[in-house]
Each structure stands twice: as C-alpha cells, then as structure tokens.
C-alpha cells in the first residue's frame, strides 16, 4: 500500500481510457475497497459471543476514490508549477549579471546614468543587498524606483567620478579583498 497515491492518478486514467476487455485490476478498488470481510461479534441466546463472517459494504471509498483522483490532480500540477520556480529562483540567485538585468529593468530606459549606478552598487553588495532593492522595485512604480536609485548612496563611493579614478578604484579593491 505504500507509496500508492504517486501512481494512482496516473493508473487511474490507463484503466478508464483501457477497453474494458483488456482492463487489468482496477486500481480504484485496489487501494479503496468497496467490500471487505467483516467478522461481527454478537450475543447469543445464552449471552456468550458469537463471531459471524461477512462481507461488508464500505460506501465511504466511492467517493474517497474520486476525490483522491482530484486532490492527486491538484497536487501534481502544484508540484510542477513549485519546481519551475525554484528552478528559475535558482537561477536568479546563482547568476548575479541577471541579477542586475533584473533590477536594472525596473529603472526608466532614459536614466542610463542610474542603471550604471545601480550595476556599480550591486557589484560591491551580497546577495540579501539585491533581494531587497528587488522587493522594493517591485512594490514600486519605475519613476519613484529611479527616484530612490538616484537618492541611494553606497558609503565612501563617489558616484560623480569616473570609473578609473583613484579614489573608486581604491574603494573598489578593497571590497574584492574583503569578499576575496
């Protein structure tokens, strides 16, 4: 009887699409059977029990089958639609130039200046750093992100420098050497 519910669905749907001339046993009955034996103990006349054998009628697995059929359903595409979206957080997570694509897509197109700066700050942030600009930019509309993309200041970086100035190349090697 174990692991029985993984396969019933799929065992369920051969044996109604099956001709009925060549069904093997159905599966329905094999893991909700509507007869059972029964051994039923009674009082007889001189007040000693008595055991009777006999079948019995369990009406309760004619419909426990069917609502197994649908709950097995719902299940498997819940399992399904669960594991594309940990493949695709997988992913989002190992890969951190999408991750940029990603965040950079919730700053306006004409804000180019913004989508370096927050590539730059993502680049000298972890992955928890990411996760949250992501929770906001998505609870947000894309003005007010650039908005707060342009208020946002990592420490001691100076934005308005050039990349290969001294003082931003100084700060940059110094975070490679501390996640180093």
Known sequence: ??????????????????????????PFNLIFPK????TLHTYGPSGTI???????????????????????????????FTLIHHLIASIIILTPELRK???????????????????????MTSFGDWLMLYMIAKNLDQVTFSELMDWLKYPDYRWDLDDNDDENDFLDNLQYEKSA
Do not use: A
Request: charged content about 20%; proline content about 2%; aromatic content about 10%.
């Open 101 to 123: 694509n990603l965040l950079s897509m919730y700053i306006k197109d004409s804000r180019m200046d913004l989508k370096r700066k927050l590539s730059r700050m993502l680049d």
């Open 50 to 80: 008595q055991n009777h054998d006999g079948l019995c009628v369990l009406p309760i697995n004619i419909m426990n089958e069917k609502i197994y059929l649908i709950v097995w359903f719902m299940f498997m595409t819940l399992g399904i």
């Open 35 to 38: 007869m059972t034996k029964c």
């Open 1 to 26: 009887m174990s692991r029985q519910f993984l396969t019933y669905g799929i065992s369920s749907m051969s044996y109604m699409v099956t001709n009925p001339e060549t069904r093997g046993q159905d």
